[in-house]
Antibody
Framework: EVQLVQSGAEVKKPGESLKISCKGS????????IGWVRQMPGKGLEWMGI????????RYSPSFQGQVTISADKSISTAYLQWSSLKASDTAMYYC????????????WGRGTLVTVSS | SSELTQDPAVSVALGQTVRITCQGD??????ASWYQQKPGQAPVLVIY???NRPSGIPDRFSGSSSGNTASLTITGAQAEDEADYYC?????????????FGGGTKLTVL
């Protein structure tokens, strides 16, 4: 089955670090871009950045540049989104999604990882 | 970066036709893709490209585009179509790889 499996929900304190994951299966993980999308509580979707696992080429939305780090380990078909110092405003659902090219649309989504940052 | 504007809420009577629109300068250069999101679930792609449906998406969903406006039409809306709908496209401003999502439209099926 073609799917993206995301890591489980996290509860963290402000200032802590965090790395969440997105594991692809059922397709050639290194041949498709993977994107990360944030959805704050009760809000819409925001594109954060993308990575091409084949060569780790990474692009960030200007809104998230410097705030998060996107990486991938192609040997285990997994992409990552990480924070070095979480803020309460990072509380959100984070989705990974596969990107189809040409067209640049998100055709396969993970179920999301809920990150809660609270003191 | 560019913006995509959607009506916050739209309603439709069961079995009737509804059009959800998305406006933005980037749509003059790139097709929109459309995503359906039901409460507590991840988004699902329903339309991409000029007017393409992924496997498993009913043919009552269709897409169109004119100028700076993209539209998602549901012909014969069903109760299960009640959801939030988001448009998305490449961002045509600047020279970097960037995307933009619309703010979303909450569809109510009456």
């Amino acid at each position: 089955e073609v799917q993206l499996v995301q890591s489980g929900a996290e509860v963290k304190k402000p200032g802590e670090s965090l790395k969440i994951s997105c594991k692809g299966s059922g397709y050639s993980f290194t041949s498709y871009w993977i994107g990360w999308v944030r959805q704050m509580p009760g809000k819409g979707l925001e594109w954060m950045g993308i990575i091409y696992p084949g060569d780790s080429d990474t692009r960030y939305s200007p809104s998230f540049q410097g705030q998060v780090t996107i990486s991938a380990d192609k040997s285990i078909s997994t992409a990552y989104l990480q924070w070095s110092s979480l803020k309460a405003s990072d509380t959100a659902m984070y989705y990974c999604a596969r990107i189809r090219v040409p067209g640049w649309y998100f055709d396969l989504w993970g179920r999301g990882t809920l990150v809660t940052v609270s003191s | 970066s560019s913006e995509l504007t959607q009506d916050p809420a739209v309603s439709v009577a069961l079995g009737q036709t509804v059009r959800i629109t998305c406006q933005g300068d980037s749509l003059r250069s790139y097709y929109a893709s459309w995503y359906q999101q039901k409460p507590g679930q991840a988004p699902v792609l329903v339309i991409y490209g000029k007017n393409n449906r992924p496997s498993g998406i009913p043919d009552r969903f269709s897409g169109s585009s004119s100028g700076n406006t993209a539209s998602l039409t549901i012909t014969g809306a069903q109760a299960e179509d009640e959801a939030d709908y988001y448009c998305n496209s490449r961002d045509s401003s600047g020279n970097h790889l960037d995307w933009v999502f619309g703010g979303g439209t909450k569809l109510t099926v009456l």
